[in-house]
């Protein structure tokens, strides 16, 4: 069964950190991109980073810039979202999704996680 599965989020006070995980199963995560996707209450979901698959290069929307860093470890067929410096703006459900191109837009995504939650307070 093909699934992504993400891990990581919680509540956290402005300033701290988190780190996101989305773990594959059920195909190799190897060749595709995967993308993080955010949507805040009441806000349509954004696509603020993503990470190919062929050379590990990497998008990040201008909110995040800095403050996120996206990777991947293969071997564990997991990806990971270090998010860094979290501002109140930030509170969303995170979801990663796979796809073989950064580009693509969302509804081409392949595969989506569940979502996990990140609250940031004030």
């Known amino acids: 069964q093909v699934q992504l599965v993400e891990s990581g989020g919680g509540l956290v006070h402005t300033g701290e950190s988190l780190r996101l995980s989305c773990a594959a199963s059920?195909?190799?995560?190897?060749?595709?991109?995967i993308g993080w996707f955010r949507q805040a209450p009441g806000k349509a979901r954004e696509k603020i980073s993503c990470i190919s698959g062929r050379d590990s290069s990497t998008y990040y929307a201008d909110s995040v810039t800095g403050r996120f860093t996206a990777s991947r470890e293969n071997a564990k067929n997991t990806a990971y979202l270090q998010m860094n410096m979290l501002k109140p703006e930030d509170t969303a459900v995170y979801y990663c999704?796979?796809?073989?191109?950064?580009?693509?837009?969302?509804?081409?995504?392949?595969?989506w996680g569940q979502g996990t939650q990140v609250t940031v307070s004030s």
């Open positions: 059920g195909f190799t995560l190897d060749y595709y991109a």
């Open positions: 999704a796979a796809d073989p191109f950064c580009n693509s837009y969302e509804g081409e995504f392949d595969y």
